[in-house]
C-alpha cells in the first residue's frame, strides 16, 4: 500500500509546466514594473522619486529571489523526473528477464 508521498508522471510534468508559466508571469510583471518605472523616472521628483526607486530595487531583488527558487525548484522537479523515469525504465527491463 503506498504512503502517499508518490508522485505520478503526469504530476511532475504539470508541476514543471506551472513553474514555468510562474517565471514567464514573472518576467511579465518585471516588464510592467520597468516600463512604469520608467515612466514615473521622467515624472517625478525629489524625495518621491528616491523612495520609489529605493522601493523598486526591493522589489526587484525580492523577484530575482522568486525567480532563482523557481529555477531551484524547476532544476529539482526536472532532475528528478528524468531520474524516476531512468529507474522506471530499468525496472521494466530488469522485470522483463524474469
Not at 40 to 67: H, P, Y
Request: charged content about 20%; some cysteine.
Amino acid at each position: 500500500m503506498p504512503l502517499g508521498n508518490e508522485v505520478d508522471e503526469q504530476t511532475i510534468r504539470s508541476t514543471i509546466s506551472a513553474m514555468n508559466q510562474t517565471d514567464a508571469q514573472c518576467d511579465a510583471a518585471q516588464r510592467a514594473v520597468d516600463n512604469t518605472s520608467s515612466f514615473l523616472d521622467t515624472q517625478w521628483r525629489g524625495e518621491a522619486k528616491t523612495t520609489f526607486t529605493t522601493s523598486i530595487q526591493q522589489w526587484l531583488e525580492g523577484l530575482g529571489k522568486v525567480k532563482q527558487g523557481l529555477l531551484d525548484l524547476n532544476t529539482a522537479m526536472t532532475s528528478h523526473y528524468q531520474t524516476s523515469a531512468q529507474v522506471e525504465q530499468d525496472n521494466a527491463l530488469s522485470a522483463s528477464w524474469t
